[in-house]
Structure formats: C-alpha cells, structure tokens
C-alpha cells in the first residue's frame, strides 16, 4: 500500500512517497507533476468515488449532481487526462469541464447540482461543454488551460478544439468536473505536460487504500491546509510533508524534514521516515 503527500514549491511539485508493505517504491524525479485523483470530499451528492478516487460515477436516473475536482491545483498546459467508462443515451449533453481558483477544501456541502450555471456564474469558475461525440463510452479525451487562460480539449486524436477564453491565471487552478447528462462515469487516467524535449507526468496514484489509511491522510492534510506560511524560511528547510513550516525534527536516519506540528502524528500514523521510508523509533529535536 502506498500513500503520496505533495507539495508544491513555485512551478514544481514535490512528491514524499510515505509506504506501507510497499512492493514497488517509485522515486520521483523533476520529471513529475505530482500525484493526481478526483478531490475525496468535494464531489456532487450523486457521486460516488473508488480505485484511489480515480473512478467517479455518477448514479444513474440523474442528469446533474455530478461535479468532481482534481485534488491538487494543476499547471498551465497541464493535460487533464480523461476516459469515459460509461455513457446513456437517455439524456441531452455530455461532459463539462473547466478550471476554478476556488480550492475544493474552501467548499461547502453539498456541491451545487450544476457546474453550468451554478458555478459558473460565480466568480473564478469556468467551464464549458464537451461535444457530446467526444464523450462516447470508451472515448479518451484531455483538456487543460493554455497562457493566454484558454480552455481547449481534446479526443482520440482528434483536433484540439477551443471551448472557452478568459480564465484568470494569476492564482492556482483546479481542475472542475461535472459528469453531467449521457455521461454517467469516468475515470482519470492521469496528466501530463509536454515540453520541447521531455514530456513530464502525474506519478501513480495510490491504490486500494482502505477506508483508515483514507481518513488519516485527508485528516492530515486538512490540519496541514489549516498553518500559516512562514515566508522568512528557505525552500530547503520546510517540512517536507506540509511544506509551510521549518524542519527541527531530525530523524534516526539523519533526514531533518519534519516540523513539530507534523512529527508526532507521522511516527504515530506512518511510522517512516517520508524520503527513505526508514523506521522512525526516537526522532531528535534541533537544538536539544
């Protein structure tokens, strides 16, 4: 089993791979974008998430009550990477899809019913309509904001084709969902970023978490969302699991990358060290 944290530090995502009975560790490398899945908590009343929330159905006898988001912010020219598991004919429209500067843990719920107009008609939303003829069961499509805040998508090789300009890049995007009308599930294959010589990608999601090892990494995360930036510290010395405060905590390893307010619940809940996975048994304190 294998539980990701990531943070991001300017344009570059920093992935600690914390695991447990582990067959296969992955090493991260500047070629990738951080882990990706659908938002845990933020998802429409009919949506119901599995396979490492990477799977989202939508309850059938509804056209709406289908909106999901990326769980991390995502990068200009980041692909969004899609494949339709289902699709019904029963109902008019297909998938939209968009980009908001709204974090999912900032939401209440539940969710609205609609991204268009719901969301949409407040600010830092934008969304559009998929052609219902990219949406086809089996159908693969991507889509992702460009420099100039321009939505574009794309299917099975098809043209790209242009749904929507004017989308604010001077804060953090997170991709929106709505599963909406013929489209009754997906499932998020990933993303990726293609520059001039090399092609940079969202890293494995996890899989077949069970629902404690759930809890405790979204009970973490959300006290982690919860500290101050302390902006008087350099890059090298934050915590490598919140990224926001200073390192003190030296581990039997000799790795220095936890803060105090992350330290006690990592030996209490994961037990490793988050860069070399070595036991932790007596962390030291700098200073002591």
Request: include cysteine.
């Amino acid at each position: 089993m294998q539980i990701w944290l990531a943070h991001q530090d300017s344009q570059f995502w920093f992935c600690s791979l914390v695991a447990v009975e582990s067959e296969t560790p992955h090493r991260c490398n500047l070629l990738c974008l951080g882990p990706l899945t659908f938002h845990s908590h933020a998802v429409g009343d009919k949506v119901r998430l599995s396979q490492g929330c990477r799977l989202a159905v939508r309850r059938e006898g509804t056209f709406r009550n289908g909106v999901v988001f990326s769980s991390r912010p995502v990068t200009i020219h980041e692909r969004i990477r899609l494949r339709v598991e289902k699709a019904m004919f029963s109902w008019h429209g297909a998938l939209r899809v968009g980009f908001t500067n709204v974090p999912p843990t900032a939401r209440s719920l539940p969710l609205p019913c609609l991204a268009i107009p719901n969301l949409t008609n407040n600010p830092g939303h934008w969304a559009a309509a998929v052609p219902e003829s990219y949406c086809r069961t089996g159908s693969k499509l991507e889509f992702w904001v460009s420099s100039g805040g321009s939505i574009y998508v794309q299917s099975n090789n098809c043209p790209k084709h242009k749904l929507l300009t004017g989308v604010d890049l001077s804060q953090p995007l997170w991709a929106m969902i709505d599963i909406y009308g013929q489209t009754c599930s997906i499932f998020l294959l990933g993303s990726e970023k293609k520059g001039l010589v090399s092609t940079r990608r969202s890293c494995p999601a996890p899989e077949h978490l069970t629902s404690p090892d759930i809890n405790n990494l979204n009970n973490l995360i959300s006290d982690l969302s919860n500290i101050c930036l302390d902006k008087n510290i350099s890059a090298d010395e934050y915590c490598v699991v919140c990224m926001e405060r200073k390192a003190g905590i030296t581990l039997p390893c000799g790795h220095r990358c936890l803060c105090d307010h992350c330290s006690p619940r990592v030996v209490q809940e994961i037990g490793t060290c988050p860069l070399c996975r070595h036991e932790i048994r007596a962390p030291s304190v700098e200073g002591r």
